[in-house]
């Protein structure tokens, strides 16, 4: 029989709540995850499951107790939890009975695998959580082969950046690194670089992807970093016909990751 | 002299904080508007500012009192308040010292004027505030000729719309209408109507839109209603080549209204 949680002042209770902030994630080395397809998704990317939180009379939804049955498995510790408890752990936001503490994965550049001409996105200093999940996703709709987050504003295990990507951010070939680091490596590799950036004189549907591309998408507020104003690069942009000078990073990522994909497919 | 407001229960403060509340802004028909950009795109586009709220300490940034100079020649009353006043009115969250209140506009259908070839959009029961306005701002970029906001579950002038499309919700040819009068209408106009769904066989970049084409998009939650499933409505889709078996709705809707405006623009 698992351990039943009835008490709010449970000391893992307590910790997994913690979770919440970034420092506590990055200390303790794990974050959280809510939603049954997020969670079924880091059990498919063999995502190490610290702990799992199930309360019964939450979880009558048929997808939710076939995750919970996944966890019970898997997971290291598999708890079960009053409704009251499951409120406090969940925030009050979700419903779906399942809950669960995965160890957080880090990976970087060296663990990135790549194929022949490869599509890689670079994510550079994204402030919000849910632009960054939604780059995430489109990345993986597109099949791009890798996605490398630069310096982001915010760590890609926040719970909204988990949601966003509705779980794609397990998907494996995602790497962090610095600015610096990220662009030796597409030299390395030599990878054809563009930038989107709002004053390109490039076209996005000008220039040829499907000899492999490096996509690079910088902060909205800030812009993208001085590297890639270098030998190399190209800038690129989207066409802008209206009253805005630029599209919210994640749609202007969806555009680029589908005409770069578009013309792969065509080749 | 402006009147000078320094009490938090000021009347006219009451009234337009209640205006955050979607009934408030249905009863008394107006709307708040934040950020300086969206102000200027407010008064560009000719709305009918009723009130400001300007605090001289907080509005130092040019653009801040460019647009606080506007507001005063333009706006119907022009009032400076102080900082704690503020502070109540924009919700803890702007700083830029200016906030406007605006008669809300009602466009219908019959407000449309079209060219030839016209790119056409639709949004159909979207629930976020921030996904209506991310379509609106990709719209406007791609130029597309007009939008028609079908069954919301948000009203268009929601703040997190106002700012997540920029102000380009103020910039015309921007409809509300029921579902089935925009279906109506577009038989009416015989545009090619193409809507976006999952179980689509033909991928979206497989169609011509160089002739005029009108792109429905639907809720993720609740998909598209059946009116779009009838005929003279080609269903199309994105390829899906991850894990995920869509887009975020506004990332789907960046791709549509890109790869249409492409097609044009090569014709």
């Not at 076939?66 to 419903?95: I, N, S, Y």
């Not at 989107?196 to 996509?215: F, T, W």
């Not at 909205?220 to 990073?249: F, K, Q």
Request: some cysteine; hydrophobic content about 40%; glycine content about 8%.
């Amino acid at each position: 029989m698992p351990e039943h949680i009835t008490s709010r002042q449970n000391p893992r209770v307590k910790e997994a709540v913690k979770l919440k902030q970034r420092r506590q994630r990055e200390r303790q080395g794990r974050f959280f995850i809510d939603g049954v397809r997020e969670i079924d998704r880091a059990l498919n990317a063999g995502l190490g499951i610290v702990e799992a939180f199930v309360c019964e009379s939450l979880c009558s939804a048929e997808e939710a107790q076939a995750v919970a049955k996944r966890l019970e498995k898997q997971a290291k510790e598999f708890l079960t939890v009053t409704p009251d408890v499951f409120e406090k752990l969940c925030f009050g936001e979700r419903t779906d009975g399942v809950l669960a503490v995965a160890a957080t994965p880090h990976h970087t550049l060296d663990d990135i695998e790549l194929p022949e001409r490869p599509l890689v996105a670079v994510l550079e200093g994204l402030e919000k959580p849910g632009n960054i999940g939604a780059a995430l996703r489109s990345a993986d709709g597109a099949g791009l082969d890798a996605v490398i987050v630069a310096n982001p504003g915010t760590d890609l295990f926040n719970p909204n950046t988990v949601r966003a990507s509705l779980g794609t951010v397990f998907g494996g070939n995602i790497a962090a690194a610095t600015s610096e680091e990220t662009i030796e490596w597409l030299r390395g590799i030599e990878l054809p670089t563009y930038a989107a950036r709002p004053e390109a004189n490039h076209r996005y549907d000008g220039v040829i992807y499907n000899q492999g591309a490096a996509l690079v998408l910088g902060s909205e507020a800030h812009g993208l970093s001085d590297v890639w104003y270098g030998a190399g690069v190209t800038a690129i942009g989207l066409p802008m016909h209206g009253i805005a000078d630029s599209l919210n990073v994640s749609a202007t990522a969806a555009v680029l990751f589908y005409e770069a994909r578009r013309q792969w497919d065509a080749e």
